[in-house]
Each structure stands twice: as structure tokens, then as C-alpha cells.
């Protein structure tokens, strides 16, 4: 039941315009699924996630390759949608990490406003959290990282470029490179094809 439930949240959050607000779609009810999952020892709701926010990745990306008119200020969208999309999964992940934290009881002052104060969650199941958090950021940049090379390659072979423009795409890659490192935490999350 929880999990559907959360699988309908991450639909929703994941799949909204981009246009919306980038924070957490609805902080209390993510909280309390979460908080809910976790009290039952279903981590499976993070793999859920991850493959939604991929799925949402493809979604956005294609769509953007759709309306592309092939120019760099095309590409440009693409890569500001994808940094939205990033975005809004790496404040989810923070209020699951948060959540996970609060129900280990490593954060006694948490302002999650947990229904119990028991600590449910073992530091062992809080450590597997972590590494699951980690693997959905790093999957998500390494999935718009892969695709924005393959964009730039594509639109490489379809015409001819010139420096300028080689120059500004390495830029807008490296700068969405940085993005994606700040959002993981290390340079890792970045696949050498496009650095």
C-alpha cells in the first residue's frame, strides 16, 4: 500500500512541469511515506525512485530533442532541464536522508515533524539508506551526463561546427559537469565521455 502510494508521489513530483516549483512536492506526505517505508524495512521505494527519476530523464530529454531546432541555444534548454530535473531529485533526497537520519535517532532536533520519536531505523539499515541515496544522485547525473554527450556528438555528425561553437558546448558540458559533481558530492558521478 505505501509503496504504491509512493510510487504515485514520485510520478507526480518527477513529472510535473518544469516550470513548477523546484523544492519537494508536498514535504509532509513524502515524509510520512517515507518515514512509513522505512518503519517497514522496504528500501525497495529507493530503486522505485531512481528508475522514476531516470524514466523522467528520458521523458524530459526526449521531449527537448523533439523541439530542438539544432542550435546551441537548443541544447542550452536541454541541459537547464535537466539541471531542474536534477534538482528536484536532490531535494527529495534530501528529506529521505533526513528522514532516515531522524528515524536512526542522529538528529534529535530534526524539524521532520515525526509521528514517533522511537528510533525504528538501525544505524546498519541507516548506512544502507545512505548508500542508496548516494547510488540514485550519482545514476541520475551519470543518465543526463550520457545523454547530453550523446546529444552533442549527435548534433557534431549532423553538421559541421565551428571553434566557437566547439568551445562554447565544452563549456555548457563542463559546466553542467560541475553541477552534477556539487549535487553528488564528487567528480565520480560523471562519465569520462563527457569530460
Do not use: W
Request: charge should be negative; glycine fraction near 2%.
Amino acid at each position: 500500500m505505501l509503496s504504491n502510494e509512493f510510487e504515485r508521489y514520485a510520478a507526480a513530483d518527477l513529472h510535473r512541469p518544469l516550470e513548477a516549483n523546484d523544492g519537494v512536492l508536498e514535504t509532509e506526505r513524502l515524509v510520512s511515506l517515507v518515514a512509513g517505508l522505512l518503519r517497514q524495512n522496504h528500501l525497495q521505494f529507493l530503486q522505485t525512485y531512481k528508475q522514476e527519476a531516470v524514466t523522467a530523464a528520458q521523458a524530459l530529454l526526449k521531449q527537448l530533442m523533439i523541439e530542438q531546432l539544432a542550435d546551441a541555444e537548443d541544447e542550452l534548454d536541454e541541459i537547464k532541464g535537466s539541471v531542474k530535473l536534477i534538482q528536484r531529485v536532490k531535494a527529495v533526497h534530501d528529506v529521505i536522508k533526513e528522514t532516515a537520519a531522524s528515524s536512526a535517532g542522529l538528529l534529535p532536533n530534526s524539524q521532520l515533524n515525526m509521528r514517533d520519536t522511537d528510533n525504528f531505523l538501525s544505524l546498519e539499515e541507516h548506512v544502507r539508506v545512505e548508500v542508496k541515496l548516494k547510488d540514485l544522485l550519482t545514476s541520475v547525473c551519470d543518465y543526463c551526463n550520457d545523454r547530453l554527450a550523446s546529444l552533442i556528438s549527435t548534433q557534431s555528425d549532423k553538421q559541421s561546427i565551428t571553434a566557437s561553437q566547439v568551445t562554447e558546448l565544452s563549456n555548457i558540458v563542463e559546466s553542467f559537469t560541475d553541477m552534477c559533481e556539487n549535487i553528488c558530492g564528487e567528480a565520480e558521478c560523471c562519465p569520462e565521455s563527457c569530460l
